[in-house]
């Protein structure tokens, strides 16, 4: 997927810097053509000289050195590359972008490209949890800018925890994902990507959080906003399908001119999914439905009596489960919203209920969480993974999901 494909790769100035010999030596390998922006505090963890005898192009860091008189060189990177990746990024790079500064030659190209970014942070723990940082990337996502996630482990600081920047090995598999799913979609409609791919088919989609009443002023429920079914509601709607759109609670603003059912309890969900359940074609089942709800509603409101109460609670339908039972022709996908072990509760989730698909991501993720505008998300089939997406809006993860879902539904692999 690399063959030809022009790669600026930006190393800023963080311990990990090291770790880009390796980067440009497997995207070298991989076919695609790479052209290296370093900033002068990456200079003192690893040399030009290296880089160049990689990439066998030359290396910038200095705006001013202007090798070939016919073209500015920041601008002329900036129209040539395919991707602008940013590895490592460091808090300070991540900053300059969010704020539009342009003060070196890697920033400065990053405010002049119009071609994809993406970013690998890597910093101390405090420093990538810091609410400026997380202010800046989520900034930046909404931009359309992605993010590979770093890992965690023993940082150079001495520190144990997330802030070491994702190995070359793993970015390596993003970039030619993120390329393989690019022309996917181009091929579909191109530059009206994947208009249409729905069109004639049936797409119910749930969104938000349910509510469990204990009484008429309490209840129970989660922190979904409804942002993810939403987004997808209207990607479906823009890609040809009729769009029914079951919500429960949600902090968002409805999309326009999507039918829409609202519902409060997981039975009312469970009721009205049914309804609609035998002559759908694809269901998207994004709302976070509460697993139990109080055995009874009180009538009215309940008064404090005692320092302890006991509320009992009782199992609800599982939606998801019984449309994987009952599904003849359609295609179903789920969602899984884990802090922990995601690949493996994802798949046993994506088993358990017999889903085509499920969408899993770790709302402990800055930016990935309840309420956010982005998420980043692994999809999985039966056989396992299937497409990573680092930290994009919620919009794109949604349009990226429906052009898979729409090119198994063809191929007739529900």
């Keep these: 997927m690399l063959n030809g494909k022009v790669i600026v790769l930006g190393v800023t100035g963080g311990i990990a810097a090291y770790k880009a010999a390796a980067l440009c030596s497997k995207l070298t390998q991989r076919g695609a053509d790479v052209h290296v922006i370093m900033t002068s505090s990456a200079k003192q963890f690893i040399t030009e000289l290296t880089l160049q005898s990689l990439t066998k192009n030359p290396v910038y ?46 920033s400065t190209t990053l405010l002049a490209t119009t071609a994809p970014v993406m970013v690998c942070p890597a910093m101390n723990v405090h420093m990538y949890t810091h609410p400026a940082v997380i202010a800046n990337m989520e900034t ?20 144990v925890g997330k802030g070491r920047m994702e190995e070359p090995e793993k970015i390596v598999e993003v970039v030619e994902t993120f390329f393989e799913q690019r022309e996917t979609e181009d091929a579909h409609s191109g530059s009206d990507k994947a208009a249409g791919i729905l069109t004639g088919k049936k797409v119910v989609v749930t969104a938000g959080g349910t509510i469990e009443r204990i009484d008429p002023v309490r209840y129970i429920t989660n922190d979904s906003s ?6 997808i509601a ?115 989730k994506l088993r358990r209920k017999n889903c085509d698909l499920i969408v ?55």
């Design 61 to 106: 860091s200095d705006t001013f050195d202007e090798r070939d008189p016919s073209v500015v060189s920041h601008i002329h990177l900036a129209d040539l590359a395919d991707l602008v990746l940013v590895a490592p990024a460091t808090a300070n790079i991540i900053g300059k972008m969010a704020n539009g500064l342009a003060d070196d030659m890697l």
């Design 140 to 159: 930046l996502a909404s931009r359309g800018v992605s993010f590979i996630e770093p890992g965690e482990g023993l940082l150079a600081c001495g520190y």
């Design 226 to 231: 409804g942002k993810m079914g939403f987004a």
């Design 234 to 348: 209207k990607a479906a709607k823009e890609m040809g399908a009729d769009v029914h759109l079951i919500a429960a609670h949600t902090d968002a603003a409805s999309p326009e001119g999507i039918k829409i059912e609202h519902v409060e309890s997981a039975q009312d969900m469970y009721e009205a999914v049914m309804r609609e359940f035998e002559d759908s074609d694809l269901i998207v089942k994004a709302a976070a439905v509460a697993d139990y709800r109080p055995a009874k509603a009180a009538p009215l409101k309940l008064k404090k009596q005692g320092e302890t109460m006991t509320l009992e609670l009782v199992k609800t339908t599982d939606i998801l489960e019984t449309l994987g039972q009952n599904k003849k022709s359609q295609f179903l996908i789920g969602f899984a919203a884990e802090t922990n072990s995601v690949e493996q509760y994802a798949t046993d």
């Design 360 to 414: 899993a991501n770790d709302v402990t993720q800055s930016g990935a969480g309840f309420g956010t505008d982005t998420n980043s998300v692994h999809i999985y089939d039966s056989e396992g993974l299937v497409l990573h997406l680092p930290l994009l809006s919620k919009e794109d993860i949604a349009r990226r999901l429906l052009v898979l879902a729409a090119e198994r539904m063809a191929k007739g692999e529900a």
